[in-house]
Nanobody, 125 residues
Framework: QVQLVESGGGLVQTGGSLRLTCTASGRTISAYRMGWYRQPPGKERESVAHISPSGDITYYTDSVKGRFTISRDNAKNTVYLQMNSLKPEDTAVYYC??????????????????WGQGTHVTVSS
């Protein structure tokens, strides 16, 4: 079964850290740009960060630059998101996904099946 499983979320205080993990099964991630998305309560899903297949090129949405770091271990078929200096506005369900590119635009792919359950991150003030 091709799927992505997210883990590592939890409840932390403002300023705390969490490390999210995304493990793929049924298909290797090595050829894919991979990304993290999040959906805050009552809001639409948004892109947080993504990383090139080799790991040498990364992108971050402005609100997380300098605080979050995306990385990958292709040998383990795993993608990570290190989140530091967390803020209440980072509260969301976090998902990982393959990322497609069209020109200068990036969008979520579907080669790893439907969206998973995600992992919940709650940052208390």
């Amino acid at each position: 079964q091709v799927q992505l499983v997210e883990s590592g979320g939890g409840l932390v205080q403002t300023g705390g850290s969490l490390r999210l993990t995304c493990t793929a099964s049924g298909r290797t991630i090595s050829a894919y740009r991979m990304g993290w998305y999040r959906q805050p309560p009552g809001k639409e899903r948004e892109s947080v960060a993504h990383i090139s297949p080799s790991g040498d090129i990364t992108y971050y949405t402005d609100s997380v630059k300098g605080r979050f770091t995306i990385s990958r271990d292709n040998a383990k078929n795993t993608v990570y998101l290190q989140m530091n200096s967390l803020k209440p506005e980072d509260t969301a369900v976090y998902y990982c996904r393959d990322v497609r590119r069209s020109g200068n635009n990036y969008y979520s792919g579907s080669d790893f099946g439907s969206w998973g359950q995600g992992t919940h991150v709650t940052v208390s003030s």
